[in-house]
């Protein structure tokens, strides 16, 4: 997909971050582009910020925990651009980041996947895996689960969807100066009260604040796009974290011996 040009762009946690410098960057590309957020006001600055130079950049609340919301933004899309582009850790803290990390990317395909191949253009697909989708560590459990969930499912997606010219990208940053590290901003009181946060929050609270721009972010989304990339990389110096993992599971694997030939071949 290398001209993006008046196609469609749905951004969930579009109103901060690294969702925000993805819609900016794919309507300055002359992309049409919905935010998604849960939250109002950070979403209607970032509306208010963008629409001046940038007519085509709509909004929406929506909530990616609840499939029936992210349905109903999706035809809101279609309505809005016509289908251009439419198709130790508590148990409470396992829910909330499954059902955002996971179940809101679950959402989002299922909402978009059969208006993409309705209109029958082809599209593109980016589900915000991490580095995380590839790394585990302490503390990390419940988000590196979420994570390594993306990435399956977008290595899956991406067969899939290849007959029917949708691409799909697995975006895996390493740290990026977000306000990720106050996301509990937005725990749901159904969780019941948030967990206290970790020994580890402020240590990754700061290589947060000393992270990559979202912006720097956004601009290897749209170059992955473009050359229809599986995974978009953002953090060299992570690269020997991921030989190690893959190194490690090779070694282990040679011990069974040779494969036999015929499955090899
Ligand atoms: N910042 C990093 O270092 C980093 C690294 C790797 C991956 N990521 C991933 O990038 C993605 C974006 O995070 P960010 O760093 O931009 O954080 P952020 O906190 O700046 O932005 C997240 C946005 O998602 C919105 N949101 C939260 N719950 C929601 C819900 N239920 N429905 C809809 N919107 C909701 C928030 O209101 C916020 O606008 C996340 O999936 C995160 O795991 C971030």
Redesign the pocket.
């Known amino acids: 997909m290398n001209d993006l040009a008046g196609k469609t762009a749905f951004v ?10 993805m819609g900016r960057a794919f309507a300055e590309a002359g992309m049409r582009v919905m935010l ?4 109002p006001k ?2 209607q600055h970032a509306l208010e910020a963008l629409q001046g130079n940038l007519p085509e950049v709509r909004g929406v609340l ?5 499939y029936d ?1 992210v349905e109903r933004a999706a035809h809101m899309t279609v309505k809005a651009f016509g289908n251009a582009g439419a198709d130790n850790i508590s148990l409470q803290d396992w829910r909330w980041v499954i ?3 996971l179940m ?1 990317v679950v959402h989002g395909v299922k909402a978009f996947v059969a208006l993409l191949k309705t209109h029958g253009e082809g599209g593109h697909i980016v589900n ?5 989708g590839f790394l585990s560590g302490t503390g990390f459990g419940a ?1 590196t689960a979420s ?1 390594f969930a993306v990435v399956g499912i977008s290595e899956a997606l991406a067969t899939e969807l290849e007959p029917h010219g949708i691409g799909v990208s697995i ?13 509990r ?2 725990w ?1 009181k159904e969780y019941g009260a948030p967990p206290p946060k970790g020994p580890l929050s402020e240590q990754f609270a700061e ?2 604040r000393n ?2 721009a ?1 912006s720097d972010v956004a601009e290897l989304v749209l170059k992955g796009i473009k050359d229809n990339e599986l995974y978009i990389f953002t953090h060299p110096e992570m690269r020997p974290w991921l030989e190690k993992r893959v190194d490690r599971c090779l070694v282990a694997y040679r011990k069974l011996g040779p494969a036999p030939q015929e499955i090899m071949g």
Do not use: F, Q
């Open positions: 969930t946690g579009g109103a901060s971050g690294i969702g925000l410098a998604a957020d849960i939250e950070p979403l929506c909530d990616v925990r609840d919301a059902d955002i990390n809101g915000t895996a991490s580095m995380a988000y994570k975006l895996c940053p390493g740290w990026v100066a977000t306000c990720i590290s106050e996301s901003r937005n749901p290589l947060i992270g990559m979202p």
